[in-house]
């Protein structure tokens, strides 16, 4: 638990940002945003490039994915926050499969990616599916599945659908929210949601790393 408290500290630094706005202006603020002309195809490429660098920088993905559905829609805000997690989890995946352990570790701690060998030694690349929505785990998916050169074929399938499924989720919760008045709040739990599954998904691998551990011992012995 000791060691999420950093990074609920920084997630908790970056959610501040877009939500203190709500807390000074109100929700007015993006009233007034969406009805400038060039909005949408900015907000657009936005979204595309943060996400993007999800791989390289502690992006709270599900945030900007909610507050995409909130500018564009669910659909629009789908299709941009899909193309986003996509071209980030692909350039993370080629470089790992190019550069190998040392660049995986330059992006990931070494613990986190014992904790998704552990997992994936289980459950093969459907690690990538269990992982896809939890901070930390996401990235370290792609990238241990890039430094054991995973088959782009195994790779693609189930990160586009596991994509596909978050964006879809957190855009129309965000489009929801946005017609019900309710942003500040719903980025809110766009960021907790997350983190709890974080919580969640560490006491069980810690788990599975555990039995690992034992296993390796039994037959060493």
């Known amino acids: 638990m000791r060691e999420l408290v950093r990074p609920a500290m920084l997630i908790c630094l970056i959610m501040a940002v877009p939500i203190l706005p709500f807390v000074v202006f109100g929700d007015q603020w993006v009233k007034d945003w969406s009805e ?21 920088l502690p992006v709270p993905s599900s945030m900007i994915s909610t507050f995409a559905g909130t500018r564009l829609g669910t659909p629009g805000g ?28 330059w992006l990931s701690k070494d613990k986190d990616l014992d904790r998704m ?15 896809r929505g939890v901070p930390v785990l996401a990235e370290a998916s792609v990238l241990l599945m890039g430094i054991h050169r995973l088959p782009w074929r195994r790779f693609l399938l189930p990160v586009l659908v596991s994509n596909l499924v978050l964006s879809v989720a957190y855009a129309g ?30 006491k069980w691998t810690k788990r599975i790393v555990n039995e690992a551990r034992v296993n390796d011992q039994d037959e060493q012995t």
């Open 36 to 56: 400038q002309e060039n909005s949408a195809p900015i907000t657009a490429t936005l979204v595309i490039a943060l996400l993007s660098s999800d791989i390289f």
């Open 173 to 202: 919760f965000g489009a929801f929210a946005q017609e019900n008045e309710w942003l500040g709040l719903a980025l809110g739990v766009s960021i907790a949601v997350p983190v709890l599954l974080a919580t969640i998904m560490g």
């Open 78 to 105: 789908a299709l941009v926050s899909w193309i986003g997690m996509n071209v980030g989890a692909l350039i993370g995946f080629a470089l790992a499969r190019r550069f190998g352990p040392r660049f995986a570790r």
């Open 117 to 131: 060998k552990s997992i994936s030694d289980r459950y093969g690349p459907v690690a990538l599916i269990m992982t």
